[in-house]
């Protein structure tokens, strides 16, 4: 089993719905967790980070988590063909030898098509 | 303020020859990573340094990789030689070091790398 799993995708959604995006955990532990958008050839960018249990909205981006169920997922309201990029899920291991450690997941494709 | 940068962009050799990356933080994040990425991965972590110590190297294949971060700044990160398997995004990252869960770590442009 992976650390982090995302459904590889790609997840199509047309111009102006919600896209939404899920990933799990397997180290009931990590304490913070972080959504990077990556464009194709590009470097990971950060869009959103949680830490507690609940909704974290900005803008049309909300991150939402659920420590019981070691899950965690983005949701894209009104996106835009802008918004067709990999999103990876990130999630900060508890500390080894004093360290926080990030995870990544392999990524889900969203397309957003017009 | 400048993100991290990172050289060259793109470099193209045959297996077994030497290449080396160049990374430089932003300013004042004392904590620098490499990564790798393979395609259609996340990245994976090679090295974390804090200033000039490598505190996690536990992913660095030593036997070919090295890397360093003299003055606890800029960083090279050297393969030699390289192989076939080697093809990849070489990411640089750096962040402010609280030591907080809420450390935030924000990537360079990368290095593609590809071996013949």
């Known amino acids: 089993q992976k650390e982090v799993e995302q459904n590889s995708g790609p997840l199509s959604v047309p111009e102006g719905a919600i896209a939404s995006l899920n990933c799990t955990y397997s180290?009931?532990?990590?304490?913070?967790f972080f959504w990077y958008r990556q464009y194709s050839g590009k470097s990971p960018e950060l869009i959103m980070s949680i830490y507690s249990n609940g909704d974290k909205e900005d803008g049309r981006f909300t991150a939402q988590l659920n420590k019981a169920s070691q899950y965690v997922s983005l949701l894209i309201r009104d996106s835009q063909p802008s918004d067709s990029a990999t999103y990876l899920c990130a999630v900060n291991r508890p500390k080894v030898r004093g360290y926080n450690k990030l995870i990544f997941g392999a990524g889900t494709r969203l397309a957003v098509h017009p | 303020e400048a993100g991290v940068v990172q050289s060259p962009r793109y470099k193209i050799i045959e297996k077994k020859q030497p290449v080396a990356f160049w990374c430089n933080p932003i300013s004042g994040h004392n904590t620098l990573y490499w990564y790798r990425q393979n395609l259609g991965q996340g990245p994976e972590l090679l090295i974390r340094y804090e200033n000039e110590e490598a505190v996690d190297d536990s992913q660095l294949p030593k036997d070919r990789f090295s890397a360093e971060r003299l003055k606890g700044v800029d960083s090279t990160l050297k393969i030699q030689p390289a192989e076939l398997g080697d093809s990849a995004v070489y990411l640089c990252?750096?962040?402010?070091?609280?030591?907080?869960?809420?450390?935030?770590?924000?990537f360079g442009p990368g290095t593609r790398l590809t071996v013949l």
């Open positions: 180290d009931r532990g990590s304490q913070s």
């Open positions: 990252a750096s962040s402010f070091p609280s030591g907080a869960i809420t450390d935030t770590q924000y």
